[in-house]
């Protein structure tokens, strides 16, 4: 597998020229300068590149592996790679100083976390879900928890988990049997985890589980499940570890692929009953784990964008070494790198302009959630929730649909070759397939934005989003060179609207609504995500000429408006045809 380079240069020009580094003009980053973000991409990057990177296809061959005792041995290499990381403080690097943290913007965070998502899916995997702990933990844990748990997951020597699926609840957690029987300060928790994410290693002191369970006289359904915090190893009064919990490793997943991160089925409760805390309400629990859900849905969306990178710098560096065919005549008639093949060359514009603009997108997203969180007036905090909370599902599932099809897309530059694993480019397929799945399925994705969050105001927080691209479409149709751009991206924009109406039209009808949302959910996120993907590289196209007429000779802003002319005229069209999907109606569904 090749070397892999961390796009910084791409990740700056998001997060200077396209945001414009807003985030650091909020009250809690006022200290932080644009050097000191640059400084961080930098050494982020060495990490990724020179220790994480080398990993990659070496952890996918040898694999996590449960020993006799329940165990789990990690590949090699990943556990200093892992301490690595943790001994440079990147583990808090999005979480405030008052919890220990690095206080950088989760813009910052989330470009930091797609190079090392890049650079080895597998293991970045580990500390992404202790990120959605810490985040459950603060927003829901008593002070007493906070005190004994956060300093170390925010250090990273402890990691964390999430602990929902059951054999017999999948996405369909009402039907969670995993017991909780109160005993004293805490709880005996009894029951089957399956899929969980690094359940159980060698890399770090400790585990803690986060963990759906009932008490045994609560309801049935959602409101009867509560969320408890288990240790791997129980923690004494002065902070040091003490005996083993009752929890054990019973089996790791063989899979398709991230064959690296070990995905644990976990028993709770053989020895009597694993000592578990509440956090947050009784019967809350569903509420306070989508906290943590929801952190994790923005970051696999970025996980996705990482491993999408990687296959298209493999694709590029195979098709220029490759040597086969001959040009036309036209352009020369000699022996070329298939990287000069006009469908090749279709392929690999293909795939980095989608990148590029999934990239974009995300990063906005998190830029938003930068300003929920900090915002300097509560209506503006309120707005940007309301925004980031309709993103979350275009990011989590577009970016990972489109991460399947690009690096489906890196195979077939390779041709044969790709469909063999000493190259490489398979890994990354196989890798990407699950991001589709997990954290909510791509479906439930579309379902949340085509119900929930566009039928609980009407529309209102995704029509400003439209908003937004409507000024782009005036900007680029008023510049002479690109004005061909704000005409294809106002035909999407067209698209769009329309498709919202009638999402919002038949969603709201008491009768039909059920079906309406559900049929048209995946056409309408689909489409969504490419205009949006659009919008963004149509801001591009604006920031990359606008270098240019200043004189600027980096081919980098080249090379950005081509990606983007592709984007907005040959990609964008793909999607707008989901507009006719949804226009055809339910008719064949049913």
Known sequence: MNHYAAPVRDLRFVLEELLGHRSLSLPNFSDISPDVVEAVLDEAAKLAGDVWGPLNATGDREGARRQPDGSVTIPAGFAAAYQAYVEGGWNGIGVSEALGGQNLPEVVASAVQEMLHGANMALGLCPMLTAGAIEALAHHGSEALKAVYLPKLVEGSWTGTMNLTEPQAGSDLSKVRTKAVPEG??????????????????????????????????????????????????????????????????????????????????????????????VGEEGRGLNHMFTMMNEARHKVGIQGIGVAERACQHALAYARDRQQGRLPAARGGQECPISEHLDVRRMLLSMRARTDALRALALYCAAQLDIARHGDEPSARQAAQARAEVLIPVVKSFSTDQAVEIASTGIQVHGGMGYVEETGAAQLLRDARIAPIYEGTNGIQALDLAGRKLQRDQGEAFGGLLSEVAATVETLQAHAELAPLGQALAAGLEDLTAAQQQVLAEGSDPERGPDAVQGYATPFLTLTGHVLCAWQMGLAALGAQAAIEQGSSDPFYIAKLQSARFAITQWLPVGRAQRSVIEAGLECLR
Not at 206 to 222: M, Q
Not at 234 to 255: F, M, P, Q, T, Y
Request: glycine share 12%; proline share 4%; net charge negative.
């Open 185 to 278: 300060d805490h709880y005996r928790i009894s029951g089957q985890k399956i899929y969980i994410t690094w359940g159980e290693h060698d890399a770090a002191e400790n585990i803690i589980h986060l963990v759906l369970a009932r008490k045994p006289d609560a309801p049935e359904g959602n409101r009867g499940i509560s969320l408890f915090l288990v240790p791997k190893f129980l923690v004494n009064a002065d902070g040091s570890l003490g005996e083993r919990n009752d929890v054990v490793c019973a089996a790791i997943e063989h899979k398709m692929g991230i064959h690296g991160s070990p995905t644990c089925t976990l028993s709770f409760g053989e020895q009597g009953g694993a000592v578990g805390y509440l």
